[in-house]
């Protein structure tokens, strides 16, 4: 994790972090992270090395010289389809309303990490519950521990219970066995698919997103529980995978408060 | 414009194409674009270069090897707080629901073109009769127009109403005078903000979004009708400023369609 508000955000996440490590200018970034650093539970190294040696190893163009080695929480399929597990700073009682059961985000085949890392991001603000990430036969989903997701997600992949390498057969399986229903994210509009205010999100449902281009394999549509696809203006546009997603979560999170 | 959907998407929008440009490798596209190019009302050249040459004045780092030189639609303030002059591939017959009135969005400080494009994409696609960008005193917006922005946009910039370089005290007196509601949109929970569904949309409304970081400036805020912020499951979530857009003019969409 690198940056000081990513930092930050591990040294917060209950997240074991193995070590901190400040450039000499990032040594200015000291004092905000004093108090998490000097926890008693933190028992790790805290090292120092040169602005030109952190330059090195750094992803990004102009590094803030502040970087932590964290290790993130693991989780089976089991605690992420029943939400254990979620590590969140904020106490129960800060939750608007109650969540009503499982809300899970399945990333199939989302290629790009800044996409992967704002789905993330998106989903942790309307209240999901776990996330799943899968390949299908034709791509990969980036991880969303790729420095360029984490920078997208803002720290919320530390957040959140994530599983990854699932069968997306096996999944659709285990959804059905623990009565979460299977919602197919669908770009283009195809007969059957409903929007999303036609949706029940007060069930437990689990939102399935397939690749940027291609979208979810056809034998996935095929054996999820229903069909969503966000209408819209004209037919001539189209929402971005990331757009399309937050405006689905917003939408489950609208139904899902107490007081809507 | 680059890229063969992106000169796809110009050949089509009714904007005037002064050129367009094939590498060796992009001649590949001729016969998709064919169609377009052939129409009588097109008589720009159609020019031909060499790969090494093409790799030189592009802006990607695989380009596809197709550019059009186009002349994006001059609008005046007053066409885009009226909706005039809106370009789009669709006869109104296609369009979802009756817009009820103008939806502008008013960029003021967006600083990455991604952003600014993926707004304009997700304006696009929910209905938006407008688009304005401005500065604030702390931060210019990204142009509508930049490569990135463009490409962000999926050439969305070339099918709506925009204006630029207006003042914002100038924007909010016109939107007031011609009895146009305007929204600050804000990311922070403030006190009398109120969520997208608490807002009635069928009016006619502008949506002012800000900068990244700092937000909109104080003073814009206190001079808008109202304040919207989209409620989170928890408080140390956050949603970028893209997803938030997204999310407000869904709500915007959702509640203008005819059949909601």
Redesign the interface.
Known sequence: MEGVRLVEEALGSGCRVEAVLFSESGERHRERLAALIAREEMGFPVLQTTDRLFEGIADTEHPQGVAALVVPGKFVLEEVLEGRGKR???PPS????G?PGPLIVVLAGVQDPGNVG?IL??A????ATGIVTAATGQSGTASPYAPKAMR?S?G?AL?LPIVGGVGLGILLTQLRVRGIRSLASCVAESAGAVA??EVDWREPVALLVGNEGAGLPEDVVASADARVH???????????A??AA??VL??A??QR?SN?
């Open positions: 969140t700073q904020d800060q939750t608007e309303g969540a704002t991001r998106t942790a603000a309307f209240g997208a803002a919320a957040h999303p205010w966000v209408p819209m203006a004209t037919r001539v546009e189209s929402l971005n990331a757009a937050a405006v917003y939408e999170f609208r408060r809507p």
